[in-house]
């Protein structure tokens, strides 16, 4: 489909000019020779104007301000023969794509409309890749809980104040994170996540803070921290309630100061929107010493609190239908229905893994079945064997936790208490090795 152009100009030599190379070289092209006839022609189907900025029944500059209000995805490029360059600059403040000088030449005419077009896809693609982004990290529901929780997303996402974000595991936490980003003027800009507690105390500082090269033993490069990378956009800090108090520490001289100190010397600023996220008691943890009270509240500007499912029950019939039809275009399958009863099944259940453990069984019922109604027999045997995982995995993991404490205490001894060659003989990096040893209770000898 050609695309429309609309020339608004009372000299008849450049309507008839511009109109016949322009309908040459494609575009459909219309005329007004007034304010009045503009007003009328424009109906919002064309994608470029071109307007001149003196009409003989009124100001160019103002239909600029009404068309751009009424029909704001229309690209207006500016013509005049007298005006200056502030007529020029204010033209473009108040929304013109471009401002050509009078007498036109043909040749600029037709890039500054190729511009335009092309200006107008990429916002387009923009618009639509925006909508995409938001839609995968959509936070459904509809309940009362649910919508406070968006309610105060987007409030979030009108400032730049630190936020911190409380739920228990599998309520999506780095959903409303990625939200709040998307939503807010940073969205150009980076979103960058760390999990504290999958990163060990011996490398948080470096991952955060970045370092230099030979800063420590087995910094061979030089690395950029997390900050630096989130710079101009948002630091999403998961599970901050694993941070340690020396790490607790240098964060808060970061927001204090904002720059931040690379391991190894020297420093840098940044511009960085800290979003943090936990699912422990940190109230707790401060009365224990264990977090820091100044970083808690530099942290807790705005909270967010994102509820249970098991407290918002409402909204399963909601969560199964997406995350169905999800799967079900994953898989090129499909469409296929959940029946009453099996909808009051899943709405029985407690859920105690949140959304996330919703998503799973779902899937869990879907995957390696070939039907297009999920009945209740079909829920109660997903969700039989979700409840038998529950019930064994504490079992497993104490099992796994005590042949671990043996095996390594066994090769500690083998090799004389040799900490590096312990870390060699078990495939790990030494600090990982203590890491390990310390969430297993095992002490280890300081002289090592």
Same mark, same amino acid.
């Given at each position: ?147 406070? #929780?968006?309610? @105060? &997303?987007? !409030? /979030?996402?009108?400032? +730049?104040?630190?936020?911190? $974000?409380?739920? =228990? ?50 910094a061979v490069n030089a690395r950029v921290g997390r900050f630096e990378k989130a710079d101009g956009g948002t630091l999403f800090l998961d599970e901050i309630g694993d941070m340690n108090l020396r790490t607790q520490a240098k964060l808060l001289r970061v927001i204090e100061d904002g720059e931040v100190e690379i391991l190894g010397g020297g420093s840098?600023? #940044?511009?960085? @929107? &800290?979003? !943090? /996220?936990?699912?422990? +008691?940190?109230?707790?943890? $401060?009365?224990? =010493? ?159």
């Amino acid at each position: 489909m050609s695309k429309r152009i609309l020339i608004v100009d009372d000299e008849p030599n450049i309507l008839k000019s511009l109109s016949g190379p322009l309908g040459r070289e494609g575009y459909t092209v219309e005329t007004a020779a007034d304010f009045a006839d503009a007003v009328g022609a424009n109906d919002g189907s064309f994608d470029v104007l071109l307007l001149d900025v003196w009409l003989p029944d009124g100001d160019g500059v103002k239909l600029l301000q009404q068309f751009k209000k009424d029909y704001p995805d229309q690209a207006i490029i500016m013509m005049s023969g007298h005006s200056t360059i502030g007529t020029a600059v204010s033209a473009v403040k108040l929304g013109a794509f471009d401002f050509l000088e009078k007498p036109l030449s043909l040749e600029k005419v037709l890039v500054t409309i190729e511009n335009a077009i092309h200006f107008l896809s990429l916002k387009k693609e923009n618009v639509e890749l925006r909508k995409a982004v938001e839609k995968k990290y959509e936070l459904i529901g509809a309940s009362d809980a649910i919508r406070d #929780v968006q309610s @105060r &997303i987007q !409030s /979030a996402a009108t400032s +730049n104040a630190r936020i911190l $974000i409380r739920g =228990e595991s599998g309520t999506g936490k780095e959903i409303v994170a990625r939200l709040i980003h998307i939503k807010s003027n940073r969205s150009r800009m980076p979103f960058v996540a760390i999990n504290c507690a999958a990163v060990p105390d011996e490398l948080i500082e470096s991952e955060l803070f970045g370092h230099r090269k030979g800063a420590f033993t087995g910094a061979v490069n030089a690395r950029v921290g997390r900050f630096e990378k989130a710079d101009g956009g948002t630091l999403f800090l998961d599970e901050i309630g694993d941070m340690n108090l020396r790490t607790q520490a240098k964060l808060l001289r970061v927001i204090e100061d904002g720059e931040v100190e690379i391991l190894g010397g020297g420093s840098v600023s #940044v511009d960085v @929107r &800290i979003i !943090s /996220a936990t699912n422990r +008691n940190l109230e707790g943890m $401060i009365a224990d =010493e264990k977090f820091r009270e100044d970083l808690f509240f530099r942290l807790n500007v705005y909270p967010i609190d994102i509820p249970p499912l098991r407290f918002r029950k409402d909204d399963i019939p909601l969560l199964v239908e997406h995350f169905v039809s999800n799967i079900c275009s994953e898989y090129g399958r499909k469409d296929i229905n959940t029946s009453k009863d099996a909808m009051k099944s899943l709405m029985k259940f407690d859920y105690p893994g949140n959304v996330r453990e919703l998503a799973n069984l779902v899937e869990r019922i879907l995957i390696g079945n070939d039907f297009s109604n999920i009945s209740a027999d079909d829920v109660k045997d997903a969700q039989g064997a979700s409840i038998r995982i529950r019930s064994t995995s504490t079992k497993l993991k104490e099992a796994t936790e005590e042949f671990e404490s043996e095996f390594i205490q066994r090769v500690i001894k083998e090799v004389g208490g040799n900490m590096t060659d312990a870390a060699a003989r078990l495939g790990l990096e030494r600090s990982h090795l203590y890491k390990k040893m310390s969430a297993l209770g095992l002490k280890r000898d300081q002289n090592h």
